[in-house]
């Protein structure tokens, strides 16, 4: 919108709140602004001075104790570079709140962090309608949906040269609400997409939300994905397991695999090979996973857009630094086992060989102790330990013998 439409707004809004405050009795509702914005101002008008200077402050050290403890700071944290972004090119200040309306974190734009800052739009900032008045935080956090306020929409003068949309912040686990995210600026500024930017913005936020702990429990350990897929096939998200079909995993493993992305022709290849499998039927299930994991998987190519912690990978690592013992410590057996995939069962029987052809140039009896509980069958390589070993007195010497007699029988 033109800056002279806006002014013309902004003059209409004026002249229509200065009426609604200066009617005595029962004031008039105005016909040309919105009810949810005219019922804010019945509410905000019992409890809010109309020549307040700046919101009311909680405890900053508190609120930033609180903050840490926050699934929140795991997500602001994951998206900081996309959140100053935005303020930075929009010159915005991104705001995001607690349950309570009270900002938890901010960033701001050269020309608007002054202007925050003067009216306590900072961390600590209590913005909930009973505080400041009619303003889209407070608006989002009662209706649950995405609000704009433009210029004297807002009950108090302070931030009637502003415009602000804000949208509501669930967790993803249970879908309760437990924030909201704020784009402000001031109102000649105002434009068409500001409310979508901020939805946007919200749900970008929600995807890197730790799952799997109540809502506003401290997060969880092991912040990522964590990917075991030798000897098993288990994913845990944050810390939370993950319930994944055989396929889904396999999908997985072959993203985790490939850091850089593969695309849907290449990912096909490596999950079905020559089998005929339509290339829907992969879309649906990345699709399903997708979901599973927060939204967090990018599309062209697909690419897993989180850290990612993967045993086959860090065994690899070790047999290529020649770490013996650490490739051992983390391999525990076939990749994916009973996987079909032509990749997966390669890249398997690559690991495979690799530390078998490790542990043989280098049998230490503890380690090989350690690979043969995983793989029981290869006799070879614990008669390779003994024969080093000797007549040498070893911890160990009693389980190798073990071993090797359970191996051959």
């Given at each position: 919108?033109?800056?002279?439409?806006?002014?013309?707004?902004?003059?209409?809004?004026?002249?229509?709140?200065?009426?609604?405050?200066?009617?005595?009795?029962?004031?008039?509702?105005?016909?040309?602004?919105?009810?949810?914005?005219?019922?804010?101002?019945?509410?905000?008008?019992?409890?809010?001075?109309?020549?307040?200077?700046?919101?009311?402050?909680?405890?900053?050290?508190?609120?930033?104790?609180?903050?840490?403890?926050?699934?929140?700071?795991?997500?602001?944290?994951?998206?900081?570079?996309?959140?100053?972004?935005?303020?930075?090119?929009?010159?915005?200040?991104?705001?995001?709140?607690?349950?309570?309306?009270?900002?938890?974190?901010?960033?701001?734009?050269?020309?608007?962090?002054?202007?925050?800052?003067?009216?306590?739009?900072?961390?600590?900032?209590?913005?909930?309608?009973e505080s400041v008045g009619t303003n889209?935080?407070?608006?989002?956090?009662?209706?649950?949906?995405?609000?704009?306020?433009?210029?004297?929409?807002?009950?108090?003068?302070?931030?009637?040269?502003?415009?602000?949309?804000?949208?509501?912040?669930?967790?993803?686990?249970?879908?309760?609400?437990?924030?909201?995210?704020?784009?402000?600026?001031?109102?000649?500024?105002?434009?068409?997409?500001g409310a979508a930017t901020a939805t946007?913005?919200?749900?970008?936020?929600?995807?890197?939300?730790?799952?799997?702990?109540?809502?506003?429990?401290?997060?969880?350990?092991?912040?990522?994905?964590?990917?075991?897929?030798?000897?098993?096939?288990?994913?845990?998200?944050?810390?939370?397991?993950?319930?994944?079909?055989?396929?889904?995993?396999?999908?997985?493993?072959?993203?985790?695999?490939?850091?850089?992305?593969?695309?849907?022709?290449?990912?096909?290849?490596?999950?079905?090979?020559?089998?005929?499998?339509?290339?829907?039927?992969?879309?649906?299930?990345?699709?399903?996973?997708?979901?599973?994991?927060?939204?967090?998987?990018?599309?062209?190519?697909?690419?897993?857009?989180?850290?990612?912690?993967?045993?086959?990978?860090?065994?690899?690592?070790?047999?290529?630094?020649?770490?013996?013992?650490?490739?051992?410590?983390?391999?525990?057996?076939?990749?994916?086992?009973?996987?079909?995939?032509?990749?997966?069962?390669?890249?398997?029987?690559?690991?495979?060989?690799?530390?078998?052809?490790?542990?043989?140039?280098?049998?230490?009896?503890?380690?090989?102790?350690?690979?043969?509980?995983?793989?029981?069958?290869?006799?070879?390589?614990?008669?390779?330990?003994?024969?080093?070993?000797?007549?040498?007195?070893?911890?160990?010497?009693?389980?190798?013998?073990a071993q090797a007699r359970a191996g051959?029988?």
């Open positions: 919108m033109a800056t002279k439409g806006l002014r013309g707004r902004r003059s209409a809004l004026e002249r229509a709140r200065s009426a609604w405050a200066d009617r005595l009795g029962p004031r008039p509702v105005p016909t040309d602004v919105d009810d949810t914005i005219v019922d804010s101002w019945e509410r905000s008008a019992g409890h809010v001075s109309e020549g307040m200077t700046e919101a009311p402050m909680a405890d900053p050290d508190q609120t930033r104790a609180e903050f840490e403890d926050s699934p929140l700071h795991v997500a602001v944290g994951n998206i900081s570079t996309e959140l100053r972004r935005a303020a930075e090119d929009g010159d915005l200040v991104v705001a995001v709140t607690d349950r309570d309306t009270r900002i938890l974190w901010t960033y701001g734009g050269r020309v608007m962090r002054r202007k925050a800052e003067r009216v306590n739009f900072v961390p600590g900032g209590r913005w909930d309608e889209a935080l407070g608006l989002a956090q009662r209706t649950g949906r995405t609000q704009t306020v433009f210029s004297a929409e807002h009950f108090a003068p302070i931030v009637h040269n502003w415009v602000c949309w804000a949208a509501p912040v669930h967790d993803p686990t249970t879908g309760e609400q437990i924030g909201v995210l704020d784009l402000s600026t001031t109102w000649d500024r105002t434009h068409p997409i946007a913005l919200a749900a970008l936020l929600e995807r890197e939300i730790p799952r799997g702990g109540p809502v506003g429990a401290p997060p969880r350990l092991g912040s990522g994905l964590t990917l075991r897929i030798l000897g098993a096939a288990e994913a845990h998200l944050d810390g939370a397991r993950l319930l994944l079909t055989r396929r889904q995993s396999e999908i997985l493993a072959l993203l985790a695999l490939h850091p850089a992305g593969l695309t849907l022709d290449a990912l096909h290849a490596a999950l079905y090979g020559d089998a005929r499998v339509s290339p829907s039927t992969l879309k649906a299930e990345v699709s399903h996973l997708r979901h599973a994991l927060g939204g967090r998987l990018s599309s062209r190519p697909y690419r897993l857009d989180l850290p990612v912690t993967c045993d086959a990978i860090t065994v690899t690592e070790a047999v290529r630094a020649r770490d013996v013992q650490r490739a051992v410590e983390h391999y525990g057996g076939d990749l994916v086992p009973g996987t079909e995939s032509p990749e997966l069962t390669s890249t398997g029987e690559y690991l495979a060989v690799a530390v078998r052809e490790s542990l043989l140039a280098d049998p230490r009896p503890d380690v090989v102790v350690r690979y043969a509980r995983a793989v029981p069958w290869d006799v070879e390589v614990v008669e390779r330990a003994l024969a080093v070993l000797g007549d040498r007195p070893h911890p160990a010497r009693a389980e190798l013998v051959n029988l």
